[in-house]
């Protein structure tokens, strides 16, 4: 019974936190959530904000990147314009209490999908598809000699707090029994402040933000990635599980710009393709996919033509990818797992039937 | 002789308590109300407080504690050393905080006009500008400034290096310094940051304090041959205490609760313990009460100490 006893010592706290505890209920098969953004008639979309290739502000104000990207994406099917999103950066431990009291409609922050995050018993997310497959690197200045992660044995290392990244780095240290010292930082920012500033032998982080934070250093090609590969990091947008309906909008959104660079259908292509389909009845996969015929939309409180708003909005995924941190951006990062599962990546679409 | 019967409603021991008692009451409703929201909410949301997985291994690490702790002790480990961190720093603020705060609140009486200004430089400076922002320059600018390996600087005993301050005849050892006594640069830009700005504070406390003296006790002390230095030490400042002690008490409580901006400059104290367990559990509001728990307890244990100092210096009526 310490539980109980340790509950009636605290009792009187309770009432500070209270109103913490109101989230709508949701549920069902009217999703709440999307009645409110209807309503309101804008998406509030939680991202980083100061990530190049994934979210960054322009000195114009305007966001953009990938994860903005899929808020643009959700914002055109849901409705009907890109523009009609309201971002909110969001810190690392600031992200699931956001996304948990309803105060942004999704999380669209390079966000790690784990069990404890999924799990209703742990943080109760409800992710869609990942839009980036990542791994947990570690960055060090070329100068320094370190060339692998035992390098760093006995060396401080910079890290963002509350992330999955301090936890692998603990386990991988662990398993290899060098000892180290984690220097914690709230915001990105900071983390990579202290680490420019030589505080840190080394910076741990995905390897993708790694790549993207190294673009806005004063000299990028003093720093180079080491080749550990320290974790897997499919990073997804997230929804909760309190609404199921607007989590599975979310997640066939994200499916529907996956689809649409496999059935090579792309921002510049999608109008003749809508005309093709509704002149050629027997492409019925096709006809299926745009809306022509069928009434997958319906099923998920969508318009019909969710997919062909979505992919008008920002492009198919290939698109999306090269234009933010592909060949078309400053990152130039290779698609590698994120390949069309046709050429050996990992993104594969369900089918649309 | 006619009995005066007093209405209730003018009855003048009836009112009072009948006024208490509802506004108790109202509390009592609003409180329960809450609370039953809470547990409402918590249960349809599937997080009612559970306090088992402080016994879950907590899985990260912390950079610096003074007891021992590695990734496979459970969660309330980890925030118990965060806790120590805490009062680590918190302590050795507070006498930090006292020293430089009296030395300048008595420099603002100095007799050397350079001086006096100085302190009120200090005071107007430090303590209109944020404290979040001090710690910052403190880290980022001064600390993390610091040169590294044989450039760094070294005093007579102590050494000023990027990886932090060694104390007690630093020795340099293949590069890498080695002392007796070692303080991050992390902990010593929030220990900088948080006594330096209650420092600021302090000061005008003890510039009140010894101001309330009226001017005949040094003038009395002076004519009985008392030296300045004798006459404040031994007149003015015992006199002083009695204003001084109960308005330290709540900037000794103010240093302890902006201790928690410590994760601003990479210290690893509670609130950064608790910010990382929130994230890895998922346990908000059970988090949020341990924080608040422990906070309040430290803040009601200095103001109790604060409470007993204060009634030592009080005046004894006989």
Known sequence: ?353 | MAVVVTPWWRNRRLIPWLVQGSVGLALLVLIAFLLGNLVRNLTAAGLLLSWGWLDNPAGFDISETLLPFDAGLPYWRALLAGLVNTLRVVLAGLVGATVLGTLVGVASFSGNGLLRRLARVYVELIRNIPLLLQLLFWYFVVFLALPGGAEAIQLPGVVLAKSGLYLGNPELVNGVWQAPLRLTVEFSALLTGLVVYTAAFIAEVVRGGVASVPGGQWEAARSLGFTPAMTLRRIVLPQALRVIVPALNSQYISLAKNSSLAVACGFTDLYSVAETTLNQTGRAVEVILILLGSYLLLDLLISALMNGLNGLVQLKER
């Open chain 1, 1 to 353: 019974m310490v539980a109980r006893s340790r509950l009636s010592l605290l009792t009187p706290l309770l009432a500070a936190v209270a109103l913490v505890g109101c989230a709508g209920d949701g549920g069902g098969i009217q999703s709440q959530k999307m009645a409110a953004i209807k309503a309101r008639d804008k998406l509030i979309c939680g991202v980083e904000g100061k990530l190049p290739g994934f979210s960054f502000v322009n000195p114009d104000g305007s966001y953009t990147g990938l994860d903005v990207d899929v808020c643009k994406a959700v914002a055109a099917a849901v409705l009907g314009d890109p523009t009609k999103v309201e971002y909110r950066d969001l810190n690392s431990s600031e992200r699931f209490a956001a996304l948990a009291s309803g105060e942004v409609d999704l999380l669209s922050r390079n966000t790690t999908k784990t069990l404890s995050r999924d799990a209703p018993g742990g943080n109760g997310l409800s992710f869609a598809p990942p839009v980036f497959y990542d791994g947990q690197g570690v960055m060090a200045p070329t100068t320094s000699g370190i060339r692998s992660l035992a390098d760093l044995a006995g060396k401080p290392i910079c890290v963002e707090t509350g992330t999955t990244t301090e936890l692998n780095l603990a386990d991988r240290m662990r398993e290899i029994k060098a000892p180290y010292t984690p220097l914690k930082f709230q915001t990105s920012d900071q983390t990579y402040a202290a680490y420019l500033q030589g505080r840190c032998a080394a910076v741990t982080s995905d390897r993708s933000q790694l790549a993207a934070k190294r673009t806005s250093f004063p000299d990028p090609t003093a720093h180079a990635l080491l080749p550990d590969v320290l974790s897997k990091e499919p990073l997804a947008p997230a929804t909760t599980n309190a609404d199921p309906a607007w989590a599975d909008a979310v997640r066939w959104i994200v499916f529907a710009l996956k689809q649409a660079e496999e059935s090579g259908i792309t921002q510049a292509t999608v109008d003749a393709k809508v005309a093709q389909a509704k002149a050629d009845t027997n492409q019925a996969d096709l006809r299926r996919f745009l809306g022509v015929e069928g009434d997958f939309g319906k099923h998920l409180g969508l318009p019909a033509d969710f997919a062909v708003r979505a992919v008008k909005a920002v492009g198919n995924y290939g698109e999306i990818f090269e234009r933010n941190v592909g060949a078309g951006s400053q990152l130039k990062l290779e698609r590698g797992l994120n390949r069309q599962w046709k050429d050996g990546g990992l993104i594969y679409s369900p089918p649309f039937r």
